[in-house]
């Protein structure tokens, strides 16, 4: 058997974890473009990605033109900020891999047409070893393959156990592929539940995010968007009457220092360090009319009862009659001694949309742009859904930019 071990870390686990999400859910067909934007998003790069406007960094053949010799190099300079290359088209392969790699191919000669893939383990195996391993190719054709992840037409998660084609059978890299390596953005935090489970527990780490996700008497309702939910940026989170308090990064992350705490019960209580971003009035139209720049998300104040014993969470829950937020999430189902998982539902969404104030832009752009000048704008629907999906007019309204008018 002919096997490489590549360096495995947190990193590199996340960037799987966050993949396998997405795709398993099931929910929705995922763009192999449109997983690898959620996968960097959720892993901290939150800068402009694309140098066109919004719609064009994550063609995946953008991606691999590029990389290529005779490419453009400004294209390359911004692109090296958020990937590094492991392995260029047409080059003997001469590398360790790692699980979170991603393959980019490019069907040369058919116009933009192209593939993402993310890695969901550093393991090569050669063509005949894949049926033992309980693994799919992707053709019948010798080389060394590796399991992946994706979208597209056909999602395969990890449990799909699908493998594709990394190195010929002269040892060399096709030349219609690439292997990019996600450089971690300066947000990412490493989780307190990848680190040895020997280590003192000093410190309790909280992940806020969003689940697009209704319970209800028959089942979930889940929204046709985001399968996998979103970290919330910039929660304020505090240990009530202890001093002790943080901010949540890009991933919805934070650290709070529980080691000189004395046993007992705490209120947890969360807010946001945006002021436009909380508030505890009635829902409607007013709790944003009077903002000049309304943010995406506007979310109410949510209280959590913990119990700490020996610097350790030993109890949690929402406080009584909270209907915003709940513990656990689809990334963390429960809390474990040193991590808290909370699902915190915001009271108020901006759609995305803009209102233009220029006289009759073509409408292509405004479409594209996902805005609409005033006079459009005639009716507002509420609808309810009785299915297991809410598509349609909300999916539309919560991601224009995604869907057509």
Same mark, same amino acid.
Request: one cysteine or more; charged letters at 20%.
């Given at each position: 058997?002919?096997?490489?071990?590549?360096?495995?870390?947190?990193?590199?686990?996340?960037? $799987?974890?966050? %993949?396998?999400?997405?795709?398993?859910? /099931?929910? &929705?067909? =995922?763009?192999?473009?449109?997983? #690898?934007? !959620?996968?960097?998003?959720?892993?901290?790069?939150?800068?402009?990605?694309?140098?066109?406007?919004?719609?064009?960094?994550?063609?995946?053949?953008?991606?691999?033109?590029?990389?290529?010799?005779?490419?453009?190099?400004?294209?390359?300079?911004?692109?090296?900020?958020?990937?590094?290359?492991?392995?260029?088209?047409?080059?003997?392969?001469?590398?360790?891999?790692?699980?979170?790699?991603?393959? $980019?191919?490019? %069907?040369?000669?058919?116009?933009?047409? /192209?593939? &993402?893939? =993310?890695?969901?383990?550093?393991? #090569?195996? !050669?063509?005949?070893?894949?049926?033992?391993?309980?693994?799919?190719?992707?053709?019948?054709?010798?080389?060394?393959?590796?399991?992946?992840?994706?979208?597209?037409?056909?999602?395969?998660?990890?449990?799909?156990?699908?493998?594709?084609?990394?190195?010929?059978?002269?040892?060399?890299?096709?030349?219609?592929?690439?292997?990019?390596?996600?450089?971690?953005?300066?947000?990412?935090?490493?989780?307190?539940?990848?680190?040895?489970?020997?280590?003192?527990?000093?410190?309790?780490?909280?992940?806020?995010?969003?689940?697009?996700?209704?319970?209800?008497?028959?089942?979930?309702?889940?929204?046709?968007?985001?399968?996998?939910?979103?970290?919330?940026?910039?929660?304020?989170?505090?240990?009530?009457?202890?001093?002790?308090?943080?901010?949540?990064?890009?991933?919805?992350?934070?650290?709070?220092?529980?080691?000189?705490?004395?046993?007992?019960?705490?209120?947890?209580?969360?807010?946001?360090?945006?002021?436009?971003?909380?508030?505890?009035?009635?829902?409607?139209?007013?709790?944003?009319?009077?903002?000049?720049?309304?943010?995406?998300?506007?979310?109410?104040?949510?209280?959590?009862?913990?119990?700490?014993?020996?610097?350790?969470?030993?109890?949690?829950?929402?406080?009584?009659?909270?209907?915003?937020?709940?513990?656990?999430?689809?990334?963390?189902?429960?809390?474990?001694?040193?991590?808290?998982?909370?699902?915190?539902?915001?009271?108020?969404?901006?759609?995305?949309?803009?209102?233009?104030?220029?006289?009759?832009?073509?409408?292509?752009?405004?479409?594209?742009?996902?805005?609409?000048?005033?006079?459009?704008?005639?009716?507002?629907?509420?609808?309810?859904?009785?299915?297991?999906?809410?598509?349609?007019?909300?999916?539309?309204?919560?991601?224009?930019?995604?869907?057509?008018?």
């Amino acid at each position: 058997m002919w096997r490489k071990k590549g360096f495995e870390n947190n990193f590199s686990s996340e960037i $799987v974890n966050v %993949a396998d999400q997405v795709i398993a859910t /099931g929910e &929705v067909s =995922v763009a192999s473009g449109d997983l #690898l934007q !959620q996968i960097l998003s959720e892993v901290g790069i939150t800068e402009m990605l694309s140098p066109f406007g919004w719609g064009s960094f994550l063609l995946p053949a953008v991606i691999f033109d590029a990389f290529i010799p005779g490419g453009s190099p400004a294209l390359r300079r911004h692109f090296e900020q958020f990937f590094e290359v492991v392995t260029e088209p047409g080059t003997q392969f001469r590398t360790e891999l790692q699980s979170g790699d991603v393959l $980019v191919r490019r %069907a040369l000669g058919e116009g933009r047409l /192209g593939h &993402v893939a =993310v890695l969901a383990s550093s393991d #090569l195996w !050669q063509y005949e070893e894949l049926l033992a391993e309980g693994l799919t190719p992707e053709h019948h054709r010798p080389g060394r393959y590796v399991q992946v992840i994706e979208g597209g037409p056909r999602p395969c998660a990890l449990s799909d156990s699908f493998a594709r084609l990394i190195v010929d059978e002269a040892g060399y890299v096709p030349s219609d592929q690439l292997l990019l390596r996600i450089k971690p953005g300066s947000d990412f935090a490493y989780p307190t539940l990848l680190e040895q489970p020997s280590a003192p527990a000093t410190r309790l780490s909280i992940t806020v995010r969003t689940d697009f996700l209704a319970r209800t008497s028959s089942g979930p309702v889940t929204f046709h968007w985001k399968p996998s939910g979103e970290a919330v940026s910039g929660a304020m989170v505090e240990l009530v009457g202890q001093g002790i308090s943080g901010i949540t990064n890009n991933q919805g992350a934070v650290n709070l220092t529980t080691a000189s705490l004395t046993d007992g019960s705490y209120i947890l209580r969360l807010t946001h360090s945006n002021p436009d971003q909380i508030n505890n009035d009635e829902v409607g139209p007013d709790i944003a009319d009077p903002l000049n720049n309304p943010p995406r998300r506007i979310y109410r104040p949510l209280e959590i009862n913990v119990t700490i014993s020996a610097g350790r969470l030993t109890a949690a829950s929402v406080a009584a009659g909270a209907t915003h937020g709940s513990i656990g999430n689809r990334r963390r189902h429960t809390w474990q001694p040193d991590l808290l998982p909370i699902d915190w539902k915001p009271v108020w969404m901006h759609t995305g949309r803009q209102l233009l104030s220029q006289p009759d832009p073509p409408q292509a752009r405004w479409r594209e742009r996902g805005q609409r000048r005033p006079e459009d704008i005639t009716l507002i629907v509420v609808h309810h859904t009785g299915g297991a999906i809410i598509t349609g007019a909300l999916n539309t309204f919560l991601n224009p930019l995604h869907h057509g008018n």
